[in-house]
């Protein structure tokens, strides 16, 4: 894609799933003291993050003035256990599918005895912000495509 150039790192891939283990914070709880359900969201945008940062890529890139971005297109969760204040809870992140312009994410949530507590999916859209602040959507840059492919094909 003209204008977006990611630099590949000559790192090791990450593990596939990419997991990350997170204590819940007092804010992140309701009045009962359970896990707020928009946690769920906020962990899985964690995990995204952390995928792209250990792959070498920039998750938001700035060119000139246009940037590039992945805004969401869907977001679902399935809740199956309570998770209470103070527990650890392990986010797992695995792609579902990879077409040119969409990513598509599971997760799994799991508590410190190792129950899955809830299930996960966000799809995103790859887009650039035009000028006038618009959105287009656009290809992952091949770079980018190439460190996804390999990193979900790896435990393939």
Request: include cysteine.
């Amino acid at each position: 894609m003209p204008g977006f150039a990611f630099k590949l790192c000559s790192m090791s891939l990450p593990p596939s799933p990419l997991a990350l283990e997170r204590r819940v914070a007092f804010s992140q709880t309701d009045a009962a003291g359970i896990m707020h359900f928009s946690t769920y969201f906020f962990f899985m945008e964690v995990a995204e993050a952390d995928l792209f940062r250990q792959l070498g890529h920039p998750l938001l890139w700035h060119t000139g003035n246009t940037s590039l971005g992945f805004p969401r297109v869907d977001c679902q969760c399935r809740f199956r256990l309570p998770v209470a204040f103070d527990e650890v809870v392990r986010t797992e992140l695995s792609i579902e599918s990879i077409l040119s312009g969409r990513l598509a994410y599971r997760f799994t949530f799991s508590n410190s005895d190792g129950r899955r507590c809830a299930t996960g999916s966000m799809t995103t859209a790859c887009a650039s912000r035009n000028p006038d602040g618009s959105l287009s959507g656009t290809p992952l840059p091949e770079d980018l495509l190439d460190s996804l492919n390999a990193w979900k094909n790896q435990s393939a």
